[in-house]
């Protein structure tokens, strides 16, 4: 008999999608809270959660599973299907001409082009199907969109537009890739797949600070995610770290749900656009702290409660009373499961050759953010996709494939 499933989810939460989006590609049925919509759920789900404050908040029985990437490592390590009471299954390798590996702003618009070219391209989304739009509530510089666009919703019309020019589209992360011989094989959990030619576009993953307290306080005051979890601390302070684009819009976002809102900057200067700090400077509810690292998080075990921050210039120790941090420092490119087939630029990106896509291995592309660690802007990647569906489909009739 298989034990209930239960979700504990809300508005606007990309994670929560996630969440569901693994589950769904189980074929199993679950019971989802919407706790935003059902406030009177918020302390269930609290207790049942022991104590996190994140979302999604994923239970198997009476077992709590955790968060989305709780959900996904158990899956990762072979351990979900037993408890969802799901056998295994076995299926021959499908061949595909060209297979293209996440579903950012770059994977979609290689997939675009190159179903257009009548290429058959299959799609693996990875785990963050969507990529890091999905984490952003407004985007005002895609081009087309005079009021702006929420980043769900432009992922989610590219995924439409891919498809309807013929893109497979597969959920599920590629674990590794055998690009010694040809064709190709790529491996997304125990599904194997062959391909004449792959394009890279799995993007990359927030970084975390690494201090004292943060792993003890990660869904209990500590998140990557302001529109996720921000609804916990309504009428809170709160923290966020980073100096960029992103930092900007979630401290804009958290004014709108907190009492305080400090924004800490390990240098001087941000290097966000000249917009959003605008939009941050000009906001009452937010506290600028320059010249200053987080060094420490601390709590009562149930939830963090204080921030110990260090001035970077004269080592003076400063301690915030805060009840959320919001980390945006960043992110790693994802290539591990390239495991070292591809050669990688002294920051970890990719390299491609200057004026295209093409990486040392013939046949083999890469584009978004994977390779760029300088503009790191959807519109960028989404032309960069471009020139690996065409890079690929060029590649392609030469070599009468």
């Given at each position: 008999?298989?034990?209930?499933?239960?979700?504990?989810?809300?508005?606007?939460?990309?994670?929560?999608?996630?969440?569901?989006?693994?589950?769904d590609?189980k074929?199993?049925?679950?019971?989802?809270?919407?706790?935003?919509?059902?406030?009177?759920?918020?302390?269930?789900?609290?207790?049942?959660?022991?104590?996190?404050?994140?979302?999604?908040?994923?239970?198997?029985?009476?077992?709590?599973?955790?968060?989305c990437?709780?959900?996904?490592?158990?899956?990762?390590?072979?351990?979900?299907?037993?408890?969802?009471n799901?056998?295994?299954?076995?299926s021959?390798?499908?061949?595909?001409?060209?297979?293209?590996?996440g579903?950012?702003?770059?994977?979609?618009?290689?997939?675009?082009?190159?179903?257009?070219?009548?290429?058959?391209?299959?799609?693996?989304?990875?785990?963050?199907?969507?990529?890091?739009?999905?984490?952003?509530?407004?985007?005002?510089?895609?081009?087309?969109?005079?009021?702006?666009?929420?980043?769900?919703?432009?992922?989610?019309?590219?995924?439409k537009?891919?498809?309807n020019?013929?893109?497979?589209?597969?959920?599920?992360?590629?674990?590794?890739?055998?690009l010694?011989?040809?064709?190709?094989?790529?491996?997304?959990?125990e599904?194997?797949?062959?391909?004449?030619?792959?394009?890279?576009?799995?993007?990359?993953?927030?970084?975390?600070?690494?201090?004292?307290?943060?792993?003890?306080?990660?869904?209990?005051?500590?998140?990557?995610?302001?529109?996720?979890?921000?609804?916990?601390?309504?009428?809170?302070?709160?923290?966020?770290?980073g100096?960029?684009?992103?930092?900007?819009?979630?401290?804009?976002?958290?004014?709108?749900?907190?009492?305080?809102?400090?924004?800490?900057?390990?240098?001087?200067?941000?290097?966000?656009?000249?917009?959003?700090?605008?939009?941050?400077?000009?906001?009452?509810?937010?506290?600028?702290?320059?010249?200053?690292?987080?060094?420490?998080?601390?709590?009562?075990?149930?939830?963090?409660?204080?921030?110990?921050?260090?001035?970077?210039?004269d080592?003076?120790?400063?301690?915030?009373?805060?009840?959320?941090?919001?980390?945006?420092?960043?992110?790693?490119?994802?290539?591990?499961?390239?495991?070292?087939?591809?050669?990688?630029?002294?920051?970890?990106?990719?390299?491609?050759n200057?004026?295209?896509?093409?990486?040392?291995?013939?046949?083999?592309?890469?584009?978004?953010?994977?390779?760029?660690?300088?503009?790191?802007?959807?519109?960028?990647?989404?032309?960069?996709?471009?020139?690996?569906a065409?890079d690929?489909?060029?590649?392609?009739?030469?070599?009468?494939?």
């Amino acid at each position: 008999m298989n034990k209930e499933i239960t979700i504990y989810s809300k508005n606007n939460c990309p994670y929560c999608v996630r969440a569901k989006m693994l589950l769904d590609s189980k074929k199993v049925n679950y019971t989802e809270i919407n706790v935003e919509d059902h406030p009177e759920q918020r302390e269930i789900m609290i207790k049942r959660s022991n104590g996190r404050k994140t979302f999604p908040q994923v239970l198997i029985g009476e077992f709590h599973v955790g968060g989305c990437d709780d959900l996904y490592a158990l899956n990762d390590s072979k351990r979900l299907d037993p408890l969802l009471n799901l056998s295994e299954t076995n299926s021959e390798a499908e061949h595909h001409n060209l297979a293209i590996v996440g579903s950012g702003p770059a994977g979609y618009t290689a997939a675009i082009y190159s179903a257009r070219a009548n290429l058959s391209p299959v799609l693996f989304t990875g785990r963050e199907k969507g990529g890091q739009l999905t984490t952003t509530t407004d985007i005002e510089n895609f081009p087309g969109f005079p009021n702006g666009i929420n980043g769900v919703e432009l992922m989610n019309s590219m995924e439409k537009q891919a498809e309807n020019f013929g893109t497979k589209i597969i959920f599920g992360e590629l674990t590794k890739v055998n690009l010694s011989q040809r064709p190709f094989t790529i491996y997304s959990g125990e599904k194997i797949s062959t391909c004449d030619s792959l394009i890279i576009a799995s993007g990359a993953t927030a970084k975390y600070l690494n201090v004292p307290g943060e792993s003890d306080y990660k869904g209990k005051g500590v998140s990557a995610c302001a529109t996720c979890d921000g609804f916990f601390y309504k009428d809170e302070e709160v923290a966020v770290v980073g100096g960029g684009d992103t930092a900007m819009e979630e401290a804009s976002y958290l004014t709108k749900l907190c009492k305080k809102v400090y924004l800490i900057h390990r240098r001087d200067k941000f290097r966000a656009s000249q917009a959003m700090q605008d939009r941050v400077k000009n906001n009452p509810k937010i506290e600028i702290i320059y010249n200053s690292s987080v060094q420490e998080i601390s709590g009562d075990g149930k939830e963090m409660n204080t921030l110990k921050v260090k001035n970077n210039l004269d080592s003076s120790v400063r301690s915030l009373d805060v009840k959320g941090l919001f980390i945006s420092i960043g992110h790693t490119p994802n290539t591990n499961f390239l495991e070292g087939q591809l050669p990688l630029d002294e920051k970890g990106y990719l390299k491609v050759n200057h004026n295209g896509a093409s990486t040392e291995i013939p046949g083999v592309f890469a584009c978004g953010d994977v390779i760029d660690s300088n503009y790191r802007q959807a519109i960028t990647a989404s032309g960069s996709g471009c020139k690996a569906a065409i890079d690929a489909e060029r590649w392609l009739e030469e070599n009468k494939l």
